[in-house]
T-cell receptor, first 113, second 114 residues
Framework: NAGVTQTPKFQVLKTGQSMTLQCAQD?????MYWYRQDPGMGLRLIYY???????DKGEVPDGYNVSRLKKQNFLLGLESAAPSQTSVYFC????????????FGPGTRLTVL | AQSVTQLDSHVSVSEGTPVLLRCNYS??????LFWYVQHPNKGLQLLLK??????LVKGINGFEAEFKKSETSFHLTKPSAHMSDAAEYFC????????????FGQGTTLQVKP
């Protein structure tokens, strides 16, 4: 039981490049989330998915896109990376209720030059 | 709208002394509240959660928190700090609706001095 896994762990991009961050969970959770963490700002929600095939914008969705084609996978895409997207990205999953805690992956450290 | 404020960005204690990390929340309904811990270069781990049962919640590693509705607070405490407690701590409130969304505080860095 691996929980929530993320790939890659580290990534360096040049401005304008694109990439996809991958997240997988093996807990059969309905909901999945993508956050970014910046110093002094806590975690901010980028996108979330309440169930397979559905996605919704969070607090900071601009410049990102997501895909939830399978229940266990949630992909975060950067179409044209910008230096402002340098951050640590966390994926999380949970059962659908707000009473249930979210389980977090180890994070992806992304630097955009 | 739901929000959470962590009153201290940094807290420094000596090993063996009590820990108090302060958190106030704002919510238009009875929220679920959580404390998460993040050790350096690691993901977030749940310490404890409040979901409208007992107001004093016990978590892992000797931490506990008390839900005080009248003060809209959910402070985290531990009687005796250990060096391994040095980390960043996040107070979190559930978002509106039943989406499972969470609202994070800005975090408190706990330093433990020998």
């Amino acid at each position: 039981n691996a929980g929530v896994t993320q790939t890659p762990k580290f990534q360096v991009l040049k401005t304008g490049q694109s990439m996809t961050l991958q997240c997988a969970q093996d807990m059969n959770h309905n909901s999945m989330y993508w956050y970014r963490q910046d110093p002094g700002m806590g975690l901010r929600l980028i996108y979330y998915s309440a169930s397979e095939g559905t996605t919704d914008k969070g607090e900071v969705p601009d410049g990102y896109n997501v895909s939830r084609l399978k229940k266990q996978n949630f992909l975060l895409g950067l179409e044209s990376a910008a230096p402002s997207q340098t951050s640590v990205y966390f994926c999380a999953s949970s059962l659908v209720s707000s009473y249930n805690e979210q389980f977090f992956g180890p994070g992806t450290r992304l630097t955009v030059l | 709208a739901q929000s959470v404020t962590q009153l201290d960005s940094h807290v420094s204690v000596s090993e063996g002394t009590p820990v108090l990390l302060r958190c106030n929340y704002s919510s238009s309904y009875s929220p679920s509240l959580f404390w998460y811990v993040q050790h350096p270069n690691k993901g977030l781990q749940l310490l404890l959660k409040y979901t409208s049962a007992a107001t004093l919640v016990k978590g892992i590693n000797g931490f506990e928190a008390e839900f005080k509705k009248s003060e809209t607070s959910f402070h985290l405490t531990k009687p005796s700090a250990h060096m391994s407690d040095a980390a960043e701590y996040f107070c979190v409130v559930s978002g509106s609706g039943n989406t499972g969304k969470l609202i994070f505080g800005q975090g408190t860095t706990l330093q433990v001095k020998p």
